[in-house]
């Protein structure tokens, strides 16, 4: 299948974890240990809960890592990633695909045409693509980099087969 006709929004969650700008560490914790996952999208207080940010595993250790009990108090606004990257539902998973390699991120935030949030999209859902249709590889990420990193394609493919 070629990678300009599948859509984010066939690939995307639409269950959205979120937590308020105000928040502690712990609570966006406790949403992704509860939910396991890697990422809690930070959301303003009001009806339209807009996406301000994002807090992942990788800034949780980073918080921690610093030792200083302090930061565990701290609002979320003031830890969390911004701004924050999206693509529209209506993109295909290559848009993703260039988006996440040149911003050199994970995730990104799917909306609608009104800028509405309707979902998230993770590298390891454009992994599942692949994983379907191991050719979206090469033409997501070129056929010098598949050839380049043959042994990690390999070992991704045993990975996916054994899980």
């Known amino acids: 299948m070629h990678s300009q006709k599948i859509l984010v929004s066939?690939?995307?969650?639409?269950?959205?974890?979120?937590?308020?700008?105000?928040?502690?560490?712990?609570?966006?914790?406790?949403?992704?240990?509860?939910?396991?996952?890697?990422?809690?999208?930070?959301?303003?207080?009001?009806?339209?809960?807009a996406p301000l940010g994002i807090i992942t595993e990788r800034d949780v250790v980073r918080i921690l890592g610093k030792l200083d009990p302090d930061l565990l108090q701290t609002p979320l606004s003031t830890h969390m990633s911004r701004p924050l990257i999206t693509i529209e539902q209506s993109a295909s998973i290559n848009d993703a695909a260039n988006i996440m390699n040149n911003k050199k991120i994970r995730r990104l935030v799917v909306v609608d045409r009104n800028n509405k949030m309707t979902g998230i999209m993770t590298q390891r859902d454009i992994f599942k693509a692949i994983g379907k249709d191991p050719?979206?590889?090469?033409?997501?990420?070129?056929?010098?980099?598949?050839?380049?990193?043959?042994?990690?394609?390999?070992?991704?493919?045993?990975?996916?087969?054994?899980?």
């Open 135 to 163: 050719s979206l590889f090469s033409e997501l990420y070129g056929n010098a980099f598949s050839s380049k990193f043959k042994e990690i394609y390999e070992r991704y493919n045993k990975y996916c087969l054994e899980d």
């Open 10 to 49: 066939n690939l995307m969650n639409p269950k959205v974890q979120t937590d308020f700008e105000d928040q502690n560490i712990m609570s966006a914790c406790n949403i992704m240990y509860a939910n396991n996952i890697g990422c809690v999208i930070i959301v303003t207080h009001g009806r339209n809960q």
